[in-house]
């Protein structure tokens, strides 16, 4: 063979099926590592500044993390390849996890941050894995390969917080500072997951898909062969969208719920927000064939019709834990349809030079809106309550949907 031109279409559905295997496994690894993060980063920021009110700062700091590196990284990817890319994150990660386990040992509350922080950067190359799943899909299997991968985060997502308690075992035996010792897992596994995307990722999956779009109009139609910027900026609203809602109310979900139910807040919670997740990512792949076989734009439709159902839900039983349950389970399930066939259609209206740009800047909206997004609801959650912001949240499916027709190709 003389180049990725050369290639035929079985030999290119081996390198993908096999970048989707190892990118899958990818974000099982790297969810172990955010998972922790996610769970212990509040304990510690509370610990170390000695004020409950400035835990949430952990929180947004892994979010400023990955806006500030989604553009890089994807410019990144685009001069060197998605394993390049990919391998940097990883190591941003490493070293973030290295800072917070000496901000916790010399009890230094901003160099907490600054680890979380990198932790988040790192967090930006897991987000770039489902665009990564794309890059060499036909269009009749880009939505289903990205369902996947996006699946794949709800193992490594659950197993995290799980590893909490074993951690702390292993913490104190190895000596590690207090509330820190799940961490020792998240190395381990961000070493592994450095290590598959150095050895898995060959050929580079972009790499290829951009040499083959170049090549001979004899190889497999991998990329389109058109750009349409209007589809892709309204993909990238339906995404950054739905995003927003859904962190937005989510965030606010334990408070509240830590008024219906004081005398049982964990339980509660820990039930309603493991059932959110499952919704965000255990029915992803569905809803990948789900754009395949429809279409993505009516699949993202179907998504903010769930998003609909949710917040009314809210709003009108806002004094309901079963309610606030259901629509928190809604709420998960509307955001996966609408953020897998978004990805999808972000990636099939943009030729593959210009993909990890644009990519790139969406994930950057994606997560900076959802930080705005998420003080915001605080203070309207202290205004008129949980089913105002609900309501509120309405408004941008509303957006969305209404914007629909402005996708047309």
Not at 123 to 146: C, E, I, K, P, V
Not at 368 to 385: E, F, P
Request: with cysteine; net charge positive.
């Amino acid at each position: 063979m003389s180049g990725a031109a050369a290639l035929s279409p079985a030999e290119v559905l081996g390198i993908q099926r096999r970048t989707v295997a190892v990118l899958g496994a990818g974000q099982v690894l790297g969810g172990v590592a955010f998972g922790s993060t996610v769970s212990l980063g509040a304990l510690l920021a509370a610990d170390l500044s000695g004020q409950d009110s400035l835990s949430g700062l952990a929180t947004a700091s892994v979010t400023l993390g990955a806006s500030l590196c989604a553009i890089p990284l994807a410019r990144l990817a685009a001069r060197r390849g998605r394993r390049t890319a990919l391998t940097i994150g990883n190591v941003l990660a490493l070293i973030g996890i290295g800072v917070v386990i000496t901000a916790a040992a010399l009890r230094l509350f901003p160099l907490l941050l600054v680890g979380v922080i990198l932790i988040g950067a790192g967090n930006a190359g897991n987000l770039q894995s489902r665009f990564a799943a794309t890059d060499l899909s036909t269009a009749d299997r880009r939505g289903r390969d990205l369902g996947s991968v996006v699946w794949a985060t709800t193992v490594g997502g659950v197993l995290g917080p799980l590893l909490l308690t074993p951690g702390e075992a292993v913490g104190a035996f190895l000596g590690m500072p207090q509330l820190t010792g799940s961490y020792a897992f998240s190395l381990v596994a961000q070493s592994l997951a450095l290590v598959l995307y150095l050895v898995g990722l060959r050929p580079d999956p972009l790499r290829t898909a951009q040499r083959l779009a170049r090549g001979s109009s004899a190889g497999p139609k991998i990329a389109v062969e058109t750009d349409a910027p209007r589809t892709a900026r309204y993909a990238m609203f339906a995404v950054a969208g739905s995003h927003v809602v859904m962190a937005s109310v989510m965030a606010m979900t334990p408070v509240h719920l830590s008024h219906l139910a004081p005398d049982q807040v964990t339980t509660v919670v820990g039930v309603t927000i493991a059932l959110h997740v499952f919704g965000m990512y255990g029915l992803s792949p569905v809803f990948g064939m789900l754009a395949d076989r429809w279409g993505r734009m009516p699949t993202i439709l179907l998504g903010q019709g769930i998003l609909a159902a949710s917040l009314i839900t809210a709003a009108v039983l806002p004094q309901s834990q079963w309610a606030v349950l259901v629509a928190l389970l809604l709420l998960g399930l509307g955001w996966s349809a609408a953020t897998v066939a978004g990805a999808a259609l972000l990636t099939e209206s943009t030729v593959a030079e210009l993909r990890p740009k644009r990519q790139g800047v969406s994930d950057t909206i994606m997560t900076a809106s959802a930080a705005v997004g998420a003080v915001l609801a605080g203070l309207i959650l202290g205004w008129i309550g949980y089913g105002g912001l609900a309501l509120v949240a309405l408004l941008v499916v509303a957006s969305v949907t209404a914007l629909a027709p402005y996708a047309r190709r």
